[in-house]
């Protein structure tokens, strides 16, 4: 393959040893109606023949169980804080209908765009998609965006479990309210009574997140006006808290879910505390907190005992102001009551965390993954971030997609050369990496950056302040593990990924700013196994969504402007 952005990322190789969305419904499984070890109350870590030990990278039920929805994209005015404004949302709601699944199920998922003016794809966060890169949802990349009045089919299996969020994944729809919950049902590393489901945290504007782009990209991001819990606010009086109910003596499990535009979190209940058990989709050893930073796109699921005494609680969102501005930034809150409690009031708690200045994550000590995984890194590439001119570059080089012309049709057409803007890193399985890639990633001072990488959970190896050397320390013990880690100010971030999935997968900050000014990169990951992965429906499909695509961009209002993504 010839690509002069690899050729000039290369040169610097080395080989170095060194909650209410609707409360989630459990829905029953169905190898827990065939097995004798169900999953209950006192036994979370059990599901059916397996349970949280199971190493899910290698071992994956087959249920035989499909679960089939149907999503409406569309322009509607809504007043998620009181104030009316025109969103993008999937039926009518923010967040959107949850998706929900048993590990080892199949997901099919029926996509109609109705925007009037605008194409779309749909990203499904985390999921592994196996040897299914065509449905991964990134225009330019796995497809075409879906055209005004088509529907596209999106399918994939279950393999993997846990919280985790779907959202456009084309310019920056997801910012105006186009997002929803994706949970998939499985064991977890400590006992709870209730699973309260989802709990969004986001920042929100009353003109929309698109409108700012001219903006964005000629200067520094826009300051949002607001934000909301579970898709719901106040704002000057108006509109309505967020709030859930405890009864007094249970354990709730709450999934919690990063998904702003360009903001961090440092979530709290008042009066409590709970225990961390689950990262990203990688289960955890449980460890106690009273906070978590949560950076975009990161979740966590938590516990919570309802320990406290009979009232009413704040549940604080707490945007950090250290991180990016946010003009009503302490209003990002919800209501915990506990039922007996006679007051219908809002709380008069306050908080005794130590606010956290930190755009970081977790400390990596506490994110240990329950199954021990060590990864190899016996060959490292290196890249370098710099920014200019309003764009974010690796190595030089800014992505800039054609969404006519994703990578897969290239695939498809049995090509292997691609413009240098795609910026592509091909990845394939050798005796010199033992069938790892690892990249290094070195940051200019500035924003911290919430890498996201497609296709895979990655093991972080090193996350620390200067550039990566050769005699930085790797972390090769069972390092945490997950889909979204955060490259450090001035910094540097070292993941590593086992070379299993065919596709080309995308890399890139979830700062939504940052990702339509080209921070990212894709990798193309066993070439030659990708068109055997690809069935001929599914080809049909892929070409079916081009063709809607490529008769619908001449009456196209507006040209791309950002990166595609």
């Known amino acids: 393959m010839k690509n002069s952005f690899f050729s000039s990322l290369a040169k610097f190789a080395s080989l170095s040893l060194a909650l209410a969305l609707p409360t989630a419904e459990v829905i029953p499984s169905a190898l827990e109606e065939r097995q004798s070890c169900a999953n209950t109350a006192t036994t979370r870590s059990c599901w059916g023949q397996y349970s949280a030990s199971t190493n ?43 998706i929900m699944a048993d590990w080892g199920d199949d997901v099919i998922v029926h996509v109609t765009n109705k925007l009037t003016n605008n194409g779309t794809s749909i990203h499904w966060h985390g999921i592994r998609q196996l040897n299914n890169a065509q449905y991964d949802g990134v225009p330019g990349i796995t497809q075409c965006p879906i055209a005004p009045g088509d529907t596209l089919t999106y399918k994939f299996h279950a393999d993997n479990y846990g919280s985790s969020w779907y959202h456009s994944h084309f310019i920056l729809q997801y910012g105006d309210g186009l997002f929803g919950p994706l949970v998939i049902n499985g064991p977890a590393t400590a006992n709870y009574d209730v699973d309260l489901g989802m709990l969004f945290l986001n920042d ?122 946010n003009t009503n930034a302490a209003n990002i809150t919800g209501i915990l009551r506990y039922t007996g409690s006679s007051s219908t009031a809002d709380p008069t708690t306050t908080s005794t965390v130590t606010a956290s200045t930190s755009c970081l994550d977790e400390p990596l000590t506490s994110l240990v993954p329950f199954v021990p995984i060590n990864p190899v890194a016996s060959s490292i590439m290196k890249t370098t971030l710099t920014t200019a001119g309003g764009q974010w570059l690796f190595n030089g080089s800014s992505l800039l997609l054609n969404w006519a012309d994703p990578t897969l049709l290239t695939v498809l057409n049995s090509g292997n050369i691609w413009p240098t803007e795609y910026n592509i890193i091909p990845v394939e399985s050798t005796t010199a990496n033992k069938g790892w890639a690892v990249l290094a990633i070195s940051g200019p001072n500035g924003p911290n950056h919430p890498i996201h990488l497609h296709g895979h959970d990655f093991w972080t190896l090193s996350q620390g302040t200067g550039a990566y050397t050769a005699t930085t320390a790797l972390n090769l013990v069972n390092p945490p593990r997950r889909d979204v880690m955060t490259l450090p100010s001035g910094g540097h971030l070292v993941i590593a990924f086992q070379i299993d999935n065919p596709g080309s997968w995308l890399m890139h900050c979830h700062i939504a700013w940052h990702a339509s000014e080209g921070l990212a990169l894709q990798f193309v990951e066993s070439e030659s196994k990708i068109l055997p992965t690809i069935g001929t429906a599914d080809v049909s499909t892929f070409q079916d969504t081009c063709a809607a695509w490529n008769a619908w961009t001449p009456t196209e209002p507006f040209p791309q402007d950002d990166s595609g993504i």
Not at 65 to 74: A, D, F, I, K, S
Not at 229 to 253: E, H, I, S, V
């Open 56 to 98: 899910s990278y290698t071992t994956v039920p087959q249920t035989g169980v499909t679960r089939e929805y149907w999503l409406v994209v569309q322009n509607t005015t809504l007043s998620a804080d009181g104030v009316s404004r025109p969103t993008l949302n999937f039926n009518g709601t923010i967040p959107g209908p949850q």
């Open 204 to 325: 929100w504007n009353h003109v929309p997140v698109q409108s700012l782009w001219d903006k964005a990209k000629t200067g520094a991001p826009p300051t949002l006006l607001t934000g909301l819990m579970n898709g719901t606010n106040t704002y000057n009086g108006a509109g309505k808290k967020f709030q859930t109910t405890f009864t007094p003596g249970l354990k709730y499990r709450i999934r919690v879910v990063n998904t702003a535009v360009d903001g961090h979190f440092q979530f709290s209940i008042d009066g409590h505390s709970f225990q961390v058990i689950a990262m990203d989709f990688v289960p955890i050893v449980p460890y106690n907190a009273t906070s978590i930073l949560v950076s975009i796109a990161q979740r966590y699921d938590i516990i919570v005992t309802a320990n406290a005494a009979v009232g009413n609680y704040w549940i604080r969102a707490g945007w950090q102001t250290a991180c990016s501005g």
